[in-house]
Every structure is written in C-alpha cells, then in structure tokens.
C-alpha cells in the first residue's frame, strides 16, 4: 500500500534551519509530482512547493521562495525539504503529499511538527 513517512522536524530558533525528509513507498516514486504542504496552529492547509517526476523542474509558494528548497532522489523513494531563515510564521505540520492531476493530492503522511521559536 502506498505509504509517506515524514521526518526531519522539531524546534528551531528563528533564523535557524531544517531538513525534512519524506520515505515513499508502495507506488513508483518516480511516476509523481511530489508536493509539501503545512497547515500552521488554527489555520487551513497551505501549499508550500511542488517537484516534477524528474526534480528538474519545482515552483514555490511566495512566502517560502528563497528560504526553502524542495528536492527529491527517486533511487532512495525520498523527497526532501531545505528550509532555511526559518521565521515563528513557519510553524505548522509539515505533510508530504502525492499530487495527481489538476493538482490536487490522493495520499498524504501522517505529518511532522516544526516549531520556530526562540
């Protein structure tokens, strides 16, 4: 069965840095856009940046653009997100998410807390 396992997140101090990381398995990684996506404390679910099949090609949110860098290594099953300058507004769940047409995601992991505080 398809799986995504994120992991990789924790507390930072504000101008710190993580990497999240996001096992796939269950399906051919490399047949997907593979997406990140936070929902912060009371808030709704924002995406955050997105990963052709290939890494090649990858697009952001404007709140994240460059701070965070998203990549994947098909050989592994893994994708990766870079975040730096971490700010207290990055604070949320951190969900990796399959992306199908139209840009909408059928599977999602189970989630991974960043804090940034100080």
């Known amino acids: 069965q398809v799986q995504l396992v994120e992991s990789g997140g924790g507390l930072v101090q504000p101008g710190g840095s993580l990497r999240l990381s996001c096992a796939a398995s269950?399906?051919?990684?490399?047949?997907?856009?593979m997406a990140w996506v936070r929902q912060a404390p009371g808030k709704g679910l924002e995406w955050v940046s997105r990963?052709?099949?290939?890494?090649?090609?990858?697009y952001s949110a404007d709140s994240v653009k460059g701070r965070f860098t998203i990549s994947r290594d098909n050989a592994k099953n893994t994708l990766y997100l870079q975040m730096n300058s971490l700010k207290s507004e990055d604070t949320a769940v951190y969900y990796c998410?399959?992306?199908?047409?139209?840009?909408?995601?059928?599977?999602w992991g189970q989630g991974t807390q960043v804090t940034v505080s100080s």
């Open positions: 990963i052709s099949t290939s890494g090649q090609t990858t």
């Open positions: 998410a399959r992306e199908v047409p139209a840009a909408q995601y059928d599977y």
């Open positions: 269950g399906f051919t990684v490399s047949s997907y856009w």
